[in-house]
């Protein structure tokens, strides 16, 4: 049984997703990355609800979930900023508003990374890979303004709390 807090339109397109979660993984990311273009291209048909924060720092906001995949809406307060990680299942997530600073690191060791590219994400910008992409990362909003972004992380909110695999601190490059 799916948690959906979803419009009907956007459930059935997470429904449809959640489905190709068990597809190859190229399949699977290329629907999930269709997906999240057509909920950044109607933002309507999100709750607007929501996509409002809870204060200061990152807030989730679960949009719907299986036991294949847990979709989030995330709100980043000026400043909000996340460790260094990297996953433990596919990460995949879309920027509905705001700029977001995201930094690719190359893990040194398993508890140090060094950054290797540092970009600023606009709206409408798409991302999806598996954890063996490797995707190990830090993103931060350092605007002036909330930003909202929808993940779409194949594991089951349930049964994990997050879909990161392991923090690290930053090294000297
Ligand atoms: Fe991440």
């Known amino acids: 049984m799916a948690h959906s807090v979803a419009s009907a339109e956007v459930e059935a397109m997470m429904a449809d997703l959640a489905l190709s979660a068990h597809r190859a993984p190229e399949a699977y990311l290329a629907a999930a990355r269709a997906t999240l273009s057509r909920i950044l291209s109607r933002p309507d048909l999100l709750d607007p609800a929501r996509l409002v924060g809870q204060g200061e720092g990152l807030s989730r906001n679960l949009l719907f979930g299986t036991e294949a995949i847990s979709v989030w809406a995330m709100v980043w307060a000026p ?39 540092d970009v600023l994400r606009q709206p409408g910008f798409v991302a999806c890979m598996m954890p063996s992409g490797p995707n190990l990362h ?21 049964a994990q709390e997050s879909s990161i695999h392991r923090t690290y601190a930053i090294a000297a490059g």
């Open 79 to 117: 400043g909000a900023v996340t460790p260094v990680h990297d996953h433990h299942c596919s990460c995949c997530f879309g920027l509905l508003r705001g700029t977001l600073r995201e930094t690719w690191y190359r893990p040194i060791s398993e508890t140090h990374a060094v950054a290797t590219l």
């Open 138 to 158: 830090r993103i931060a909003n350092d605007g002036s303004e909330a930003a909202v972004s929808i993940h779409v992380y194949g594991y089951d909110h349930r």
